[in-house]
């Protein structure tokens, strides 16, 4: 079962920190509801920040009429709330960064993308410090300090075991990040939780955004993309119930990308490579919003294959993202595909040397046929490629081929256990150091059927 605190460490807090230490304004974006303005404040009013929404209409209503006079006004240090609903203050805040530019000026908060607020990125171009916080990743939940990541661009899994996840995957996969959803306490309490919260983005940041003809058009199209979540983009399976142009239909996928609703995963290619796949996949930003937008709860989740398949590949996207956007140097994800059907659910790139491939299986056991994407992006990547690695419903963690492993997905999330810090029987699961623990390893090898031989006399085919 998830263990879910009342006040979650953000692991984001101390990049926040660093950034108001030698920049002027922090913005952080995400979407509503994902602790922006918890983290804020949190970081902030310790440090003697006076805190201002413009969800309060009187308060936005004045940086409307008077926008120099508002900024003006404003204490030494100030967090603002929700500022893409007051576009009229970014001129002005400009002005007062340039005429005394301290660190630490302004926290800015944000439900829409930055990238598409032209006011906001123009006015405050190289005087704004830009922060992602994304929903709780599962290792904010857990409150573990996972080294996934690390690992990959190391291209060093440990041989070791863990326990299976089993139906806790499906529960984990419903149950979402957003705090306010997981402080409810049953599935059917979180479910109307999102339900509202997708009627309430779109009548709030959605219409403060466009204005749109076909505003009801816009639940119904989140639900059709939830349903197409994990597959490449197709605007005319997208369009076709709704008596909308695809134009109209892409401007309505921009808009709900705006507001950190849904995401177009691009391609991995290069110019030269002209066999490759090129269009984007379609990922819901969070599979507790997915799953409500579908009705599927864990124990229907776990009965339907097909949905489980395309939400887990989801859910690791969005927990490597996450987990991605605290860290110093930044990973572009994208996904792979050749027009003879090799692919791979999501490759990683950190700088221009690091590829690395992650391929999610629902599965409790692996096969060579399992590493066929992986293969071909690691003969394509050239000395590029890092590692491969096949995330599964398993319990051990094997090195298959050369840069090549099959992991526990819940290695995603938890902690390494370090030689001798987890001991055989312990209550909580987590990775086996393989020295003290062979003998599991080979038990957990058989009850997964992973076939050390078999597996490389099949990838020796390939």
């Not at 230490?21 to 310790?46: C, F, N, W, Y």
């Not at 109307?192 to 749109?212: C, G, H, K």
């Not at 058009?217 to 490449?232: D, E, F, G, I, Y």
């Not at 005319?236 to 909308?244: D, G, Y």
Request: aromatic share 6%; glycine share 6%.
């Amino acid at each position: 079962m998830l263990r879910v605190a009342k006040l979650f460490t953000r692991q984001l807090a101390p990049r926040l920190r660093e950034a108001l230490a030698d920049t002027p304004a922090v913005l952080i974006h995400g979407p509503r509801q994902s602790g922006k303005t918890t983290l804020a404040r949190v970081v902030g009013e310790p440090r003697g920040y006076r805190y201002l929404s413009f969800d309060d209409e009187s308060i936005a209503g004045a940086a409307r009429s008077d926008p120099v006079g508002f900024v003006s006004a404003l204490p030494p240090k100030t967090i603002l709330d929700e500022v893409q609903r007051v576009p009229e203050i970014f001129t002005s805040l400009k002005a007062a960064i340039d005429r005394r530019r301290a660190p630490g000026r302004f926290v800015l908060t944000g439900s829409a993308h930055v990238l598409f607020v032209p006011a906001l990125a123009d006015s405050l171009a190289g005087r704004l410090g830009i922060l992602q916080l994304h929903p709780l990743a599962q290792c904010e939940i857990e409150d573990t300090r996972p080294r996934f990541l690390d690992t990959l661009f190391r291209g060093r899994f440990r041989t070791g075991l863990a326990e299976r996840l089993g139906g806790e995957l499906a529960e984990r996969i419903a149950a979402g990040g957003y705090p306010a959803a997981l402080a409810r306490r049953t599935a059917a309490r979180r479910r109307a939780w999102y339900r509202d919260y997708v009627e309430a983005q779109i009548q709030r940041d959605v219409r403060d955004l466009a204005r749109i003809r076909s505003l009801d058009a816009l639940p119904k199209l989140l639900a059709l993309a939830a349903s197409q979540t994990a597959r490449l983009v197709n605007v005319a399976e997208l369009s076709a119930p709704f008596e909308l142009t695809r134009q109209s239909i892409h401007e309505y996928v921009t808009l709900l990308e705006r507001v950190f609703l849904l995401e177009r995963l691009p391609s991995w290619h290069r110019n030269r490579m002209s066999r490759l796949v090129k269009r984007p996949k379609l990922h819901l930003r969070d599979t507790g919003l997915a799953c409500a937008l579908l009705g599927l709860d864990a124990a229907a989740l776990r009965e339907d294959r097909e949905s489980l398949g395309a939400l887990l590949e989801t859910f690791a996207l969005q927990e490597l993202r996450r987990q991605a956007s605290w860290r110093q140097k930044p990973i572009e994800f994208s996904h792979f595909r050749d027009r003879d059907d090799f692919e791979v659910d999501i490759v990683l790139e950190q700088g221009p040397l690091a590829v690395a491939g992650v391929e999610v299986k629902a599965a409790a056991s692996v096969g060579g046929a399992d590493f066929r994407g992986l293969r071909k992006l690691r003969d394509m990547a050239g000395r590029r490629f890092v590692a491969g690695v096949v995330l599964y419903d398993g319990s051990a963690t094997i090195r298959c081929d050369d840069r090549l492993f099959a992991v526990p997905l819940r290695a995603l999330w938890e902690t390494p256990c370090r030689a001798g810090a987890c001991a055989a029987g312990a209550a909580r699961p987590g990775l086996l150091n393989v020295e003290l623990h062979a003998v599991r390893v080979r038990k957990a090898e058989r009850r997964t059927r992973i076939d050390h031989e078999g597996l490389h006399a099949d990838l020796a085919k390939r």
